[in-house]
């Protein structure tokens, strides 16, 4: 089974369509046991950093999540919260990732939306992913480069489209929008 993080964030219902469609059962919840039963975590996300934060702090969720031992993955937002600060809300996060996340400056059209290559390509997402591939953004703050970087992308500056330590991974880009290859990139994440 796999736990879909509940914390008032947007974007549930398409990654639980997506691993639907892959053959996988999911649950939504912020209840820790059944988080802790799971065989992977997901933390997915649409909002803004301060709230969703907010509300992992109001449940308990912050302390519990970097403690968790079974696959996990942030997706967008979820990504953001895991690195240690957003300048989103000035918001101190859950400092997984040693990586700051930052506003784009406004030198092209942001947000950041559509279809984009990812490279440097390396760690357990990257399986069978060619470098280059076109994934799915939508964001206007992004993660900068660091040790844990596991893919990169450039949009007015390169930063990381994907973040790896430990049990933890991140995708800035949304693999359940990322048609094959995103569908490839969940799957390696859940055959871990």
């Not at 649950?27 to 509300?55: F, H, Q, W």
């Not at 702090?57 to 031992?69: A, C």
């Not at 918001?91 to 700051?100: D, E, M, P, Q, V």
Request: a negative charge; aromatic letters at 10%.
């Amino acid at each position: 089974m796999i736990a879909i993080i509940d914390y008032n964030a947007g974007n549930i219902s398409s990654v639980q369509n997506a691993l639907n469609r892959l053959g996988y059962e999911s649950i939504v919840t912020c209840n820790k046991e059944e988080i802790l039963k799971s065989d992977r975590v997901i933390l997915p996300g649409v909002g803004e950093a301060g709230t969703a934060m907010n509300y992992l702090i109001e449940f308990e969720l912050d302390g519990f999540i970097k403690g968790l031992k079974q696959p996990f993955l942030g997706i967008c937002l979820g990504m953001q919260l895991m690195c240690n600060s957003s300048e989103e809300g000035d918001t101190k996060c859950l400092g997984i990732f040693n990586s700051k996340v930052k506003r784009f400056p406004p030198k092209e059209k942001v947000p950041h939306m559509g279809w984009n290559n990812i490279n440097a390509l390396k760690g357990g997402l990257a399986n069978e992913i060619e470098t280059n591939s076109d994934v799915y953004f939508v964001h206007s703050y992004y993660a900068e480069l660091c040790n844990e970087t596991s893919s990169q992308c450039d949009y007015i500056l390169p930063f990381s489209a994907s973040l790896e330590k430990d049990n933890f991974y991140g995708t800035q880009f949304h693999p359940e929008k990322s048609a094959d290859i995103g569908e490839q990139i969940l799957k390696n994440f859940l055959e871990l």
